[in-house]
């Protein structure tokens, strides 16, 4: 087990790397002077070039481009992403406060897709080719293709415009949870459904469930003990990567809703060209992902013992 993990873990540092080199260079050459539109910001005045020069030399921006991007990046290791040219405070710090945020409203997309998708997907692989199987393949399709903004404003006109039922905006209760958490969750309800389905169809092909079938064990039981908890490798993996985009991809609903999270603050900072922020929203979003790869893996390995922890060896050449 821990060799397993270790050559996982080997196997994403260069993933982790590629995602810091993509987010500085990308935001290092994108337009415009960050020092001079954070003078503008915290003075509102046009900064003279001595204090051009000042403002440079504390956000390390008159480095050399390589200089930059290796003190940058032993700050990210340390957890350390520079400072926002917008507030003046750690990025880290700012990403840390908006995360509980983000992590509520991605943990409750994540339950919404998970309750609606797994009973529906498992009945219509029990019912396979009925009215419902048909409806659950064609509603998949329709769900997974409807974009969450266009979803969100639906749910806002129905619910808060024309029921008056629930809020529009801002974060409390439950009741300011539900909207953003359908509007994220129904689209991949749908893509787990099908999942679901196809992968109990597979399984309940299997020569061990006809078995199971021809010893009279009941078909309630079949299913519960021998099919779904093998149907659900594959299900569980997509479960945990789709809780991993939700967290990474919720900026719009978030913005529609007025809901604090990264996602906003991302956003925002690419209106302000907060460069540090955009770096560290992108690394921080990159490296949970990743976590929660890892932490998919282990999971899966738990529920399929099948599969092999070390790498077997090779026949020898004869």
């Not at 003190?71 to 957890?79: D, E, I, P, Q, S």
């Not at 994220?184 to 787990?192: F, N, Q, S, V, Y």
């Not at 609903?253 to 991302?266: C, N, S, Y």
């Amino acid at each position: 087990m821990i060799a397993y993990i270790a050559r996982r873990i080997a196997f994403l540092v260069p993933t982790w790397l590629g995602v810091t080199l993509l987010a500085f260079f990308l935001s290092t050459f994108a337009g415009g002077d960050p020092a001079r539109n954070y003078f503008l910001r915290t003075r509102g005045r046009q900064p003279s070039p001595r204090e051009l020069v000042i403002v440079r030399e504390r956000f390390d921006l008159d480095k050399p481009l390589p200089e930059r991007y290796l003190t940058w990046l032993g700050g990210a290791v340390r957890g350390d992403l520079g400072d926002s040219f917008s507030t003046g405070r750690p990025v880290t710090q700012e990403l840390l406060r908006r995360f509980p945020a983000t992590l509520e409203l991605a943990a409750a997309g994540t339950v919404v897709a998970v309750v609606l998708a797994i009973p529906v997907g498992v009945l219509a692989a029990l019912r396979r080719n009925s009215i419902l199987d048909q409806l659950t393949r064609g509603g998949a399709m329709f769900g997974a293709s409807i974009p969450p903004f266009w979803l969100a404003l639906l749910l806002i006109i129905l619910f808060s415009v024309q029921l008056q039922l629930l809020p529009s905006a801002g974060r409390g209760g439950l009741d300011h949870l539900i909207l953003p958490a359908l509007a994220l969750g129904l689209g991949e309800a749908a893509i787990i459904a099908r999942l679901t389905r196809s992968s109990l169809l597979e399984i309940l092909r299997e020569d061990y469930v006809m078995t199971a079938r021809a010893k009279g064990i009941s078909e309630r039981r079949v299913i519960a003990r021998h099919a779904l908890r093998n149907a659900l490798g594959p299900v569980v993996t997509e479960i945990g990567l789709v809780f991993g985009y939700l967290l990474g991809q919720a900026a719009i609903v978030e913005i529609i809703f007025v809901w604090p999270g990264v996602g906003r603050l991302a956003v925002e900072a690419i209106g302000q060209r907060d460069y540090n922020m955009i770096q560290g929203f992108v690394v921080f979003a990159g490296t949970v992902y990743i976590l929660i790869s890892l932490a998919v893996d282990l999971v899966y390995l738990w529920l399929d013992p099948r599969v092999t922890l070390v790498r077997q060896a090779r026949p020898a050449a004869s």
